[in-house]
C-alpha cells in the first residue's frame, strides 16, 4: 500500500466533510497507520489555533485512524521553506510583490483586457518590472511583501516541455508552464502575512515525507498542476494523486467550518458512533444527522 497522508488546517473543529477525506486517504493507506501520515498544515499564524490542533487529532482518533508519529507540524519547519525559497530566489525564479489587495483590484479596474484565470484575473505584473534597487529600497524601507513566483523564468528554465501527472479517478492529466502562466499566473509562493504558502509548503513536505499518493478533495485539482510545476523546478518525485469529491448536503452544498453543528465533537456528543457515522456518509444518507440538528 502507498504511502498516503491527511493534511488538515487547524482553523477550526473538523466536519464531516473532514472525515469523509480522512477516511479516503485512510482507504487508500490500507488503513494502516504505517503507511498514513498525518501532516499539521498551520503557516497560517492567525487563523490556525493550538486547540483546533488539539481538537483534530482527537477527532480523527475517535474515527479510528493512527498515523506515523510524531505528526508533523508545518509551523515547526518555517527554517525548511525558507530555504527551498532561498534556492528559487537564487535562480531568479521568485521577485518581491508589494501590492496589496487593493492595488491589485485598482490596476486590473485600470486595464479591461487584463487576462482571467481559474481562480480570477491574472496578476498583473505589477511589481515584477522594478529594478534591483527599486527593490532594494522599498525592502530596507519596511514595505511588507509576498514572493511570487516568475512564470516567465519559469519557463525559461523549464522549457516548454509538457508535465503529466496521474489521477486516480480522471486519469492522466498534463500541463505546460505557459498554460499555468495563462491560467494562474506568477502565483505567492510566500505570503506577507506568513514566510511561506500552501503550494510551497505542501509540494516541499509532499517530497520531503516521501508521499506516494496524495488523496484529497477535488477542490484542490487545479492547485495540483501547480504543484507539478514546482516538482519540475525543485527535481521533486511526482507522486500519485486520488482527487476524491466533496461531501455535499441535500442541496449539493458543501461541508464548511462555519457549519458548527456539524462538526465531529458535536456529532460525538449526540452519541454516534463513528462506525455509524460512516455508514452514513457512505450511503450518503446524512439526514438524521442533519434533521437530529435542527
Ligand atoms: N491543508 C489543506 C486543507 O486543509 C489540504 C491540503 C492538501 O491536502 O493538499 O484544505
Not at 16 to 38: K, M, R, V, Y
Not at 109 to 125: F, K
Not at 194 to 203: I, K, N
Not at 245 to 254: A, F, P, V, W
Request: proline share 5%.
Amino acid at each position: 500500500m502507498p504511502l498516503t497522508r491527511f493534511a488538515p488546517s487547524p482553523t477550526g473543529y473538523l466536519h464531516l466533510g473532514h472525515a469523509a477525506s480522512a477516511w479516503a486517504a485512510w482507504d487508500d493507506a490500507g488503513q494502516s497507520g504505517e503507511n498514513f501520515i498525518l501532516r499539521i498544515e498551520d503557516i497560517d499564524r492567525t487563523r490556525c489555533l493550538p486547540e483546533f490542533e488539539t481538537a483534530t487529532l482527537e477527532d480523527l482518533a475517535w474515527i479510528g485512524l493512527t498515523w506515523q508519529q510524531p505528526a508533523r507540524r508545518q509551523s515547526d519547519h518555517f527554517s525548511d521553506y525558507r530555504k527551498t525559497l532561498g534556492e528559487l530566489q537564487n535562480r531568479n525564479l521568485l521577485y518581491p510583490c508589494f501590492c496589496t489587495r487593493k492595488d491589485i483590484e485598482q490596476e486590473i479596474a485600470n486595464s479591461p483586457s487584463a487576462p482571467h484565470g481559474i481562480d480570477g484575473p491574472i496578476y498583473p505584473g505589477t511589481c515584477k518590472h522594478f529594478s534591483k534597487s527599486e527593490r532594494n529600497d522599498k525592502i530596507a524601507s519596511g514595505h511588507p511583501y509576498a514572493l511570487r513566483l516568475d512564470m516567465e523564468e519559469a519557463i525559461r528554465q523549464t522549457g516548454t516541455k509538457t508535465l503529466y501527472w496521474y489521477d486516480r479517478i480522471k486519469g492522466q492529466q498534463s500541463t505546460t508552464p505557459e498554460l499555468l502562466m495563462q491560467s494562474v499566473g506568477d502565483v505567492v509562493l510566500a505570503r506577507k502575512d506568513t514566510p511561506a504558502s500552501y503550494h510551497l509548503c505542501v509540494t516541499h513536505d509532499d517530497a520531503l515525507q516521501q508521499i506516494l499518493l496524495i488523496t484529497r478533495g477535488e477542490d484542490l485539482f487545479h492547485a495540483t498542476h501547480c504543484h507539478r510545476l514546482l516538482q519540475e523546478l525543485l527535481g521533486y518525485p511526482v507522486p500519485e494523486y486520488h482527487h476524491h469529491s466533496l461531501l455535499t448536503d441535500k442541496n449539493g452544498k458543501r461541508f464548511a467550518k462555519r457549519d458548527k453543528s456539524l462538526t465531529l465533537r458535536e456529532i460525538r456528543n449526540r452519541g454516534f458512533q463513528p462506525e455509524s457515522l460512516r455508514r452514513m456518509i457512505e450511503q450518503n444518507s446524512l439526514d438524521e444527522l442533519i434533521f437530529t440538528n435542527q
